[in-house]
């Protein structure tokens, strides 16, 4: 019998880490995507080549796009500050349709194999603000895919999966370690430098430390002092 098919979209970072021991955990068969989109920290890529070849999944796919060319973000424009203390509003550091263009590749990835799911470590709770992490986008993204795939159109099902919405960091921590999940090979800072050392500081890191703390184990991140 032919297993689930399902696309993770891996970043590198802990939560799509995490995402992708879920997806496994529920017996589907992976295959991960990523993309180098013009980001500052480069490292988080090779993070991602590590976490997918631990996970030893079916196929890795890493798709170049230049979305950095399009500026506005501290993420992709080395020129723009990413701020590292806390800020009302939509920070800096949102990248603008970043995760409505890595949808959309991993949905065309999923139509190819006809594959059942998408799975997305969006989180909700711990996170910077962003528009495309709320669970009001996630609803949205799923009618567009009902409406705009021959798979739904013919009567399939393709499920925009994302396990993390409602969770907090330490929450995720304490899930992934069941599924062992190596922290130590993920990259969420939003400066890492190439060796994916971590700042400390960012609004990334922030979140990422405390959730170890509150989740009661020792921090494996690498920090750059």
């Given at each position: 019998?032919n297993?689930?098919?399902?696309?993770?979209?891996?970043?590198?970072?802990?939560?799509?880490?995490?995402?992708?021991?879920?997806?496994?955990?529920?017996?589907?068969?992976?295959?991960?995507?990523?993309?180098e989109?013009?980001?500052?920290?480069?490292?988080?890529?090779?993070?991602a080549?590590?976490?997918?070849?631990?996970?030893?999944?079916?196929?890795?796919?890493?798709?170049?796009?230049?979305m950095?060319?399009l500026?506005?973000?501290?993420?992709?424009?080395?020129?723009?500050?990413?701020?590292?203390?806390?800020?009302?509003?939509?920070?800096?550091?949102?990248?603008?349709?970043?995760n409505?263009?890595?949808?959309?590749?991993?949905?065309?990835?999923?139509?190819?194999?006809?594959?059942?799911?998408?799975?997305?470590?969006?989180?909700?709770?711990?996170?910077?603000?962003?528009?495309d992490?709320?669970?009001?986008?996630?609803?949205?993204?799923?009618?567009?895919?009902?409406?705009a795939?021959?798979?739904?159109?013919?009567?399939?099902?393709?499920k925009?999966e994302?396990?993390?919405?409602?969770?907090?960091?330490?929450?995720?921590?304490?899930?992934?370690?069941?599924?062992?999940?190596?922290?130590?090979?993920?990259?969420?800072?939003?400066?890492?430098?190439?060796?994916?050392?971590?700042?400390?500081?960012?609004?990334?890191?922030?979140?990422?430390?405390?959730?170890?703390?509150d989740?009661?184990v020792?921090?494996?991140?690498?920090?750059?002092?």
């Amino acid at each position: 019998m032919n297993k689930k098919k399902a696309i993770v979209l891996v970043s590198g970072g802990l939560d799509s880490a995490t995402c992708l021991a879920i997806a496994k955990a529920q017996n589907y068969e992976c295959y991960a995507i990523s993309f180098e989109y013009g980001q500052r920290s480069r490292s988080e890529l090779q993070a991602a080549k590590e976490i997918v070849a631990a996970a030893r999944i079916v196929e890795h796919k890493i798709f170049s796009l230049q979305m950095g060319e399009l500026g506005s973000s501290a993420l992709t424009d080395v020129h723009i500050k990413v701020p590292e203390e806390e800020s009302e509003g939509i920070p800096v550091t949102y990248v603008p349709a970043r995760n409505t263009v890595f949808l959309s590749y991993a949905l065309a990835w999923t139509e190819v194999l006809k594959g059942e799911a998408i799975f997305m470590g969006l989180n909700a709770r711990d996170y910077s603000g962003y528009p495309d992490c709320r669970p009001e986008y996630v609803a949205a993204f799923q009618q567009l895919i009902n409406l705009a795939t021959k798979r739904s159109v013919e009567g399939g099902i393709i499920k925009l999966e994302t396990p993390l919405i409602d969770l907090n960091k330490s929450e995720i921590i304490k899930i992934g370690l069941r599924l062992g999940v190596n922290y130590g090979n993920t990259v969420s800072c939003y400066q890492a430098d190439e060796s994916g050392r971590a700042c400390g500081r960012c609004d990334s890191c922030r979140f990422r430390h405390k959730g170890f703390v509150d989740a009661g184990v020792d921090d494996p991140t690498r920090y750059q002092l």
